[in-house]
């Protein structure tokens, strides 16, 4: 009979734990034992312990056996235990790589009423097939971290159980939460312990905000199993995502994944370049290799939209979007003067291709429906078509850069090329052409167009007030049959300026105005001009441009005509001085 109490006392138990040292702070044991027939017998009426890790008590008997590690029959409780300690009290004959998993997957907390019950003979540990005998470890845990596999973000402050049952282990989490997120009916199981590779299956719910949703893709390896396809998504709103993991202990590369998430009136931006999607209602699903998104509806720009995503066979994600554009909901949603001069709605699609953290998208619409009041050449009826294509993708240079291109018919053809550092756009260089094709210059940005008519004063009133230029324009060369300016007509004109430095350096020739001309913009700005001839006619009826808009001050002025008439009348030389 043995009867022991103690103080700051260890045991050594190889055999039976991974640790074998157990440093208790108390020990209370009495036992019993007899040997027989070289078999030793174990009464334990009663053991209690405490040390930093749990505190518990256990009673039980075991038997020697000269031909296997002996039967047990084994009852205990721990009425206090660390969550970071659980796998240190699982026995040797729990597999080592489960063992290790608890003890890298399951971090702070608390574990209470720690229940073991072991009955049987051990050489059939753990008793599963149909063998007798009972292996069950049942506990309850507060406050813990589950981190159940490298790279994947852990579920903070979960409460649920713990359960070893035979060959099986399942850990159920009442709730959690991961980044923002709420998570709830979280299971962690391995059904067979004993298998020559454990797989360890997950599943859980969760509802939250959509931004964190997208930040645990992001930081998961969710996103390289679906190419980046979140990244650089922003949201607001709530989700729902159910999840589904199939993790190999031993070769977590080969993970398996499922996952359903429900998008609620979501604010969505899908790329910085496009308008953002508000109201959005959808289910996007996505596995190991590809993502799905079935009849989602949005809103988009004031008008409803459909959308819908699938992975093709080279693993690009190909997202397609259709609606309807009204003009009357796009005044509601953008500010801009050219919408004053619109009218109707139109159909248009749109494609946007997602392949290793690019993507390549596709608007296109024929316009008809809508009716233009703009100048030549964009003016139409609303029964014309007047096909408008965007398009943006990958440009074949070093480092890597993007092209966007722009069609409108045969009025407008455009083109820039850009690139992007630290969330910054950059455009490096472009043409916008006007009634023709111009080639892509080597450096800078074109205007160029050759025009019937190019009314000024209409482009310059319209966009007064509403900033510069929307492109970085270096160079102009332009033609036109006719030219309002100031409400007066120029025939036949041909422009051609660069920008240099600061200044503005130009050459026209018309029937009105021949020569060169300098304009440099800081400050009031300077006007220089040497021009071979200057012709002013009668301004035409209407509005009185100067009236309506009076002169608030005057550039600097240094011009010379060698042939200047006025209204008819040749007046000779001109030479005009003015400095602010």
């Not at 989700?239 to 429900?262: V, Y």
């Not at 066979?313 to 001069?341: C, F, M, Q, W, Y």
């Not at 301004?539 to 005509?561: F, T, W």
């Amino acid at each position: 009979v043995l009867s022991l109490q103690s103080r700051n006392a260890a045991l050594e138990l190889p055999t039976v734990f991974a640790d074998p040292r157990l440093d208790l702070e108390h020990l209370v044991a009495q036992a019993n034992w007899t040997s027989k027939d070289g078999r030793i017998e174990v009464q334990l009426q009663n053991l209690s312990f405490d040390n930093k890790d749990a505190a518990g008590s256990a009673s039980g008997r075991y038997r020697s056996s000269p031909d296997g590690p002996g039967e047990i029959d084994l009852t205990a409780r721990l009425n206090r235990g660390e969550g970071a300690a659980v796998w240190r009290y699982m026995p040797l004959v729990v597999n080592r790589d489960v063992r290790d998993w608890l003890r890298a997957s399951i971090s702070g907390g608390h574990a209470d009423d720690v229940r073991l019950r072991l009955q049987g003979d051990l050489k059939d540990f753990p008793f599963a097939g149909g063998k007798m005998g009972i292996f069950r470890v049942t506990a309850k845990f507060n406050g813990a971290k589950l981190r159940y596999a490298p790279d994947w973000p852990g579920i903070d402050n979960i409460a649920g159980d713990l359960l070893f049952e035979g060959r099986r282990m399942l850990i159920r989490a009442e709730r959690g939460s991961i980044y923002g997120v709420n998570v709830s009916s979280v299971s962690a199981e391995i059904a067979d312990l004993e298998a020559p590779e454990e797989m360890l299956a997950i599943a859980g719910r969760a509802e939250g905000p959509t931004a964190d949703f997208l930040r645990f893709i992001d930081d998961s390896p969710v996103a390289s199993k679906i190419d980046q396809f979140t990244e650089g998504m922003s949201a607001s709103g709530k989700g729902s995502l159910a999840l589904k993991l199939a993790l190999p202990l031993r070769r977590l590369d080969d993970s398996r994944i499922e996952g359903d998430f429900r998008f609620i009136k979501n604010r969505l931006m899908v790329d910085p370049d496009l308008p953002p999607l508000t109201e959005v209602d959808g289910r996007l699903q996505f596995t190991g290799g590809s993502v799905s998104l079935k009849e989602a509806r949005a809103n988009l720009l004031g008008s409803p939209v459909a959308i819908s995503a699938l992975t093709r066979a080279d693993g690009t994600v190909a997202i397609n979007a259709s609606g309807n554009l009204s003009i009357a909901a796009l005044r509601k949603s953008v500010e801009s003067p050219l919408l004053e001069h619109l009218s109707g709605s139109t159909p248009w699609s749109s494609s946007i291709l997602v392949r290793k953290k690019s993507a390549e998208v596709a608007f296109e619409s024929s316009l008809q429906g809508i009716a233009s009041s703009l100048p030549e050449p964009f003016n139409k009826t609303a029964a014309e078509a007047l096909p408008l294509r965007i398009e943006r993708g990958a440009f074949a240079e070093a480092p890597p850069r993007e092209a966007v291109r722009l069609t409108l018919g045969k009025a407008i053809n455009a083109q820039v090329v850009r690139r992007r550092e630290a969330g910054k756009v950059t455009v490096e260089r472009g043409v916008i052409g006007i009634g023709e094709a111009p080639a892509l210059p080597d450096k800078g940005v074109l205007l160029a167009g050759n025009l019937k008519s190019l009314n000024v004063d209409f482009w310059r009133n319209l966009f007064s007030g509403n900033g510069g230029a929307p492109l970085p324009v270096t160079s102009v060369n332009l033609r036109a049959g006719e030219v309002t300016a100031f409400d007066r007509s120029f025939a036949d004109v041909s422009l051609r300026a660069a920008l240099q430095d600061d200044t503005w350096q130009a050459q026209v020739a018309s029937k009105e105005v021949t020569g060169d001309f300098a304009w440099k913009a800081q400050g009031q700005g300077r006007l220089r001009a040497r021009l071979r001839q200057l012709i002013l006619h009668e301004s035409r009826s209407g509005k009185d441009v100067i009236a309506e808009e009076p002169l608030r001050e005057l550039p600097g002025l240094d011009i010379v005509a060698d042939n200047f008439s006025l209204r008819g009348k040749k007046l000779g030389r001109l030479e005009l001085q003015a400095v602010n």
